[in-house]
């Protein structure tokens, strides 16, 4: 699809958790963009980006990780429940979507280093 997200190329010490945070919302914008042209409800950019910041704070705080100092553990669990979510709401329809979305962000994740101990 046309506006399909992509992890963005940027240098390792660019990947920090903050960075990634942000880049799940972008990428659920994307994602969501993409979910209400397949259902045809058009919606402007900026509803849809309040609508995702709304979420994402959200499912940080339901999975109990803070928003605004994230860890790799904190953003996984988010990503997972992000994933759940749209799973459930999105059903077969939505799976390619959902499933491009959730590598992308892996690839950024998977360049975190491990929580400090």
């Known amino acids: 699809m046309a506006g399909t997200y992509r992890a963005p190329d940027v240098p390792y010490e660019s990947v920090t958790p903050k ?3 942000d880049e799940l919302s972008r990428c659920f914008e994307s994602a969501n963009k993409e979910f209400l042209t397949l259902l045809h409800q058009p919606a402007t950019d900026e509803a849809v980006k309040a609508q995702v910041k ?7 705080q339901n999975c109990g990780v803070s928003y605004d100092n994230p860890t790799k553990t904190g953003i996984l669990a988010a990503i997972s429940q992000c994933k759940s979510n749209a799973e459930s709401m999105m059903g077969p329809q939505g799976a390619d979507i959902i499933r491009h979305h959730y590598e992308e ?10 929580d400090a101990t």
């Open 54 to 60: 709304q979420f994402v704070e959200g499912v940080f």
């Open 105 to 114: 962000m892996m690839k950024l994740v998977n360049r975190l280093p491990a």
């Open 19 to 21: 960075f990634v945070r």
